[in-house]
């Protein structure tokens, strides 16, 4: 069953829409590899994850290793759902637009 297209103004900012399509193709990402592959500073990360975590479209869990803490974050099946429905609206936009 494909996901209604329905454009979620929480996910369309660029650096959400970016975290939400990373985590989509993993069960969690490391902070430190989100934060490198967005090429952005600790803080904005941070921003960023925690409006998607609010929402409800993503789950932060942090572990020790190695002397520290490293932080992880996945995409809950809510998250996964209103990121397929995002994605199915913004196709839906691209499809009607001719070039």
């Known amino acids: 069953m494909s996901r209604k297209p ?5 996910i369309h900012a660029p650096n959400r829409l970016r975290i939400c399509s990373m985590l989509s193709a993993m069960p969690e990402v490391e902070f430190a590899v989100l934060r490198d592959e967005l090429g952005v500073s600790d803080s904005v990360l941070s921003k960023q994850l ?7 479209y993503v789950g932060v869990s942090k572990s020790p290793s190695k002397g520290r803490t490293r932080t992880w974050a996945s995409l ?18 691209a499809d009607g637009v001719s070039l």
């Open 6 to 10: 329905e454009f979620d103004e929480i």
């Open 50 to 56: 925690r409006a998607l975590e609010e929402a409800g």
């Open 76 to 93: 809950t099946p809510a998250g996964k759902d209103a990121f397929a429905g995002h994605v199915a609206e913004l196709r839906r936009l």
